[in-house]
């Protein structure tokens, strides 16, 4: 039978894994607790006995040790079950769920033998019965808490009872009282029932508190995922609006070409030259359209792709795609790996393609004619992450602009001033998906490569080792 039909799953549970963090995280609350609880409880005993005074007989001093260690024992075992992968995150397994019901059973169970031994009805113990509810009900739905707490207030009346007919013996905790009023039954009758009331009461605000906050976030959990709907379903209308208006884009660029080329017929210089400019204008609305794809991509893929990515080689193919531009340009592209793993990663090769494309062809726009590009591929931190490092020697990111960098849309002074083209888009989209691989980028400006032409840049990309 499955948790949902047994009542330990709340009914309102939409975000499983929600409700599953949150009781790991509870449940690992508890046994920490529970540490200091066991070691405090068995100083006070021997404080007591030893330091105090207090007369326990040998029988119940002895129970009440073994009760410490108990606690300290049992509790070492749920701190190996709560790390172990024998707990699985599934209603139809072993799973969080059933750790906190355990919990909770077992320590009712040992907070019910250290109140018999410290007296039962007359023990100061009684009052953690109510503690030991409210930590419960921020645990356990409100069925299983409610049950629990009215067997707890059952067995209670019954224990009182049966030392009150003397069926089973009384231990007086260390003549606390000195007239006994466990066998007074109109004590018993106030007491017990003052008991169950106060740990009804206990549990129904507590659980209370613990179920609407646990709502609100099911709520806030669902409005989420609505909203993550309704923006994915606007990024593929965008998606599909953009590529339509890159087709007759793309189409114009042909027919200006031809125009260009003479094949159309012959064309005045000053006819040329606006052609040519309506051509470069047409051609940086390509390059936007690209971008606005590109970022429109990344952002509905939920989960990427993870196979063995080789760094050197992809750079490497990037480098040999962008070196005709580089060349033209008389740029000289170093490349070094130095990576005792050679730059072995995990990842989704398209789109750290796109990400190192876009950090190489920034530098190659960027650095002045004659200009140097390194990029360096060494291992980082310890040897445990792999880093990447793109620097030029070109016209660098003045200060006032660093902060802004990697927003959307964002465009550094200096390159709107001197009419480089380009969207602000393409360091948007490499940091989302640097981030989205569980990667860090930085930069740093001017660069190592800095000289009398140009500040530069130096992009910093770190991955972790597989």
Known sequence: ???????????????????????????????????????????????AKYILKLNFSHQQFNA?????????????????????????????????????????????????????????????????????MIIGSLMLSGFVIYTIAGLT?????????????????????AFLF????????DYI?????????TMVVSVFIANSIARSHYIRGQDLKTSFDKLRQADMVKQKYTMGIVHEIKSPLSSAISFLDLVIEGYTGQINPQSQEKLVRARARTNEAIHIINDVLNITKLRLLGDIKKETIDLNELISKIISRRKVQADYLRIGINFYDLS??????????????LAFSNLIG?????????????VVIEDARNEDSVKVEVCDNGIGIPDGDKDKIFKEFFRASNVKHQNYEGTGLGLSVVKQIIEQHGGEITFQSPSR?????????????YFKKE
């Open 64 to 132: 009440l040790i073994i009760i410490a260690v108990c606690i300290f024992l049992y509790n070492i075992f749920f701190h190996f079950l709560i790390n172990t992968n024998l707990i699985k995150n599934d209603v139809d397994h072993f799973n969080p769920m059933h750790v906190s019901l355990i919990q909770i059973l077992t320590d009712q169970l040992t907070l019910s033998v250290l109140t018999y031994y410290t007296g039962g009805i007359e023990s100061p113990f009684y009052i953690f019965f109510i503690f030991q």
């Open 449 to 461: 490569l800095a000289n009398e032409s140009g500040k530069g840049t130096c992009f910093k990309i």
């Open 153 to 173: 207030v059952i067995c209670f009346y019954i224990a009182s009872f049966l030392e009150y007919f003397s069926v089973v013996p009384h231990h007086n905790f």
């Open 1 to 47: 039978m499955s948790p949902e039909m047994l009542g330990l799953i709340p009914s309102y549970t939409y975000d499983f894994e929600q409700l599953w963090s949150l009781l790991i995280n509870r449940n690992k609350w508890l046994i920490n607790l529970r540490y200091y609880i066991s070691i405090a409880f068995a100083s006070f005993i021997v404080l």
């Open 340 to 353: 005792n793993c050679k730059g072995i990663i995990k990842g989704d090769y398209a789109l750290l393609e």
């Open 362 to 374: 920034n530098a190659i726009k960027y650095t002045n004619f004659g200009g140097t590009i390194e």
């Open 189 to 197: 009758l106030i007491f017990a029932t003052s008991f169950g009331i």
């Open 178 to 185: 000195k007239n006994p009023i466990y066998n007074n039954l």
